[in-house]
Each structure stands twice: as C-alpha cells, then as structure tokens.
C-alpha cells in the first residue's frame, strides 16, 4: 500500500466528449470516476477526488471541492495545494484509466522533494497529470495562475524531472466518443 495520497482529477467539462465523462460506464463499474477510484484503492491508502461538483457523483469518497470558477488543471492544482499540506501527491487524471501500478511505482520511487515534480513522458508527450508533485509546487502554480499561464505544459518551467515509458497505450486519454468506445473493447479490471 503506498501511503503518498492520490487525487484523483475530475474537474474539466468534458466538452470534446459532449457529457461528462467521468459519468460514463466502465471496466464493469457504473461510473468511469468509480472504476478509476476503486482500482487506485487497492494501490493508496489515501484516494481523494478533485471536482468542481461533489454532489453529482452517488457513491462514497473523500472530495476535495474546486471552488475556483476556471476551469483549468492549473486552477485545480492551487486548490489542492491549499486544502492538503501532504508533502506529495500522487495525481492522476480521471479519463486515463490505463496507466498501470508499475508505472505509478515508478514514479513514485523515483521522486524526491528537490523536484518540485515528477512525470511521466510517454512516447508523445509530457504527462503532467500523471506524477508526483511536491508541496513546493505549489508556488509555481500560484504564478501559473496570476499570470494566467493556464497550459499545464507550462510546469516544464519549473523544477521537474521525467521518467520515460515506452509504451503509448497507459496513457491513453479518453476524450473524445471513439477513444471511450475504443477504450471500452480493451477495459480489464486492473490494480
């Protein structure tokens, strides 16, 4: 059981799926959010959901509730940082239910709080909603937000380190309707 808490992002509009996608059955679950909760529950002690809505999801978990009317990770991150003072976080967003307990292990060991984060890098690109952040972060993210410099990409700015994956498919988002049916023919229940 790994003891860094996870939180778990919930809090975009889902507007490229049409609906909200954290709604959506999957993996055998009701809901995407529930599949995704309780696989990373076998995984961390601690699993807590990000979301602008609280209300909307009907089954038990611990929230934090993004107040922030934007409607940006960046915006997320801040709130997290101000309601938790853990020295780390484990982050992963709610539509890439693929990425593995070996990677999340890798990161997590890999980490250290000299860096204000650790991320995965797949083959494509920068995962910034797959890593460990430390609580130093936080004042990047404050800056991010004055300045409203609201791409995530733009935590490359600060102190990070990345650990390479080879493989394309853990990361794999569910945005659009054709990834979710795509992602729904290769759903496992998996830790």
């Not at 967003?93 to 997590?108: A, G, M, Q, Y």
């Not at 054709?178 to 023919?185: C, H, I, M, P, V």
Request: charge should be positive; glycine fraction near 4%; aromatic fraction near 12%.
């Amino acid at each position: 059981m790994i003891h860094t808490p996870c939180i778990l992002f919930a809090g975009g509009k889902s507007s490229r799926m049409g609906r909200d996608k954290s709604l959506l059955p999957f993996g055998g679950a009701p809901t995407l959010i529930q599949y995704q909760y309780q696989r990373l529950l076998k995984i961390f002690s601690h699993v807590y959901i990000l979301t602008k809505d609280p209300n909307k999801y009907r089954f038990d978990a611990e929230f934090i509730h993004e107040t922030d009317p934007l409607y940006s990770p960046v915006a997320g991150f801040c709130t997290l940082f101000e309601q938790k003072n853990d020295e780390a976080f484990f982050v992963l967003s709610v539509d890439t239910p693929f990425v593995t307990r070996e990677i999340i292990d890798t990161l997590i060991k890999t980490h250290t709080t000299t860096f204000h984060a650790t991320l995965a890098h797949s083959q494509k690109s920068l995962e910034p909603l797959c890593g460990v952040y430390s609580q130093s972060a936080y004042q990047c993210f404050r800056t991010m937000r004055t300045e409203n410099r609201l791409a995530l990409k733009q935590i490359e700015q600060c102190n990070i380190q990345t650990v390479c994956f080879q493989e394309l498919k853990p990361f794999t988002n569910i945005n659009y309707p054709k990834d979710y049916q795509k992602a729904l023919q290769s759903a496992i229940i998996q830790p």
